[in-house]
């Protein structure tokens, strides 16, 4: 499936999201880190031969973070990664609104999906591969070894992939 506009990914990311079977009340909490596994280690130790995450903070201005981390869900490929994620309250943690407490809960709340400003979750299957818009939620979206994970903070209407 082709998508073709930022707008049309938005709609299908809460779309996607709607889908799951998840509590629509409360408000979500931060997904608990791990313990260190063998495999969660950084990048820039060597090549990585299970699932590369690439988060790229966008405007938050924070140092972009590439990880390597065992493959499951996207959930699951995050929490072994140490990256600590926040849902909303009406969609619980099926969308992405906070990466390591960014942005600030001072700046937005995760009450709602946030208008103007969202967590966009792209993959790609290879190192040589090209990034394509995540097409399931974080809670189903499966990951194997060699495939990347990206997490971009999207505002207005970018919807540029992470680099790397």
Known sequence: MTVSTPS????????????????LSGCAGTTAAAPATTSA????????TDVTVIVDFGTLKHDPLKVCATSGTAADVLKAAHITTAGTAD???????R???LPSPAAESCAKLPANAYWAMWIKPSADGTWDYAQEG???????????????Y?????????QG
């Open 41 to 48: 280690a950084s990048a820039s130790a060597g090549p990585c």
């Open 91 to 97: 969609y619980g943690n099926s969308v992405i609104c």
């Open 138 to 152: 974080v809670q189903t979206q499966a990951l194997t070894s060699g495939q990347y994970l990206g997490l971009v």
């Open 154 to 162: 999207t505002t207005g209407t970018d919807s540029t992939p992470p």
């Open 8 to 23: 049309t990914r938005l709609l299908l990311a809460v779309v996607a999201a709607l889908a799951l079977p998840v509590a």
């Open 99 to 101: 990466v390591d407490d």
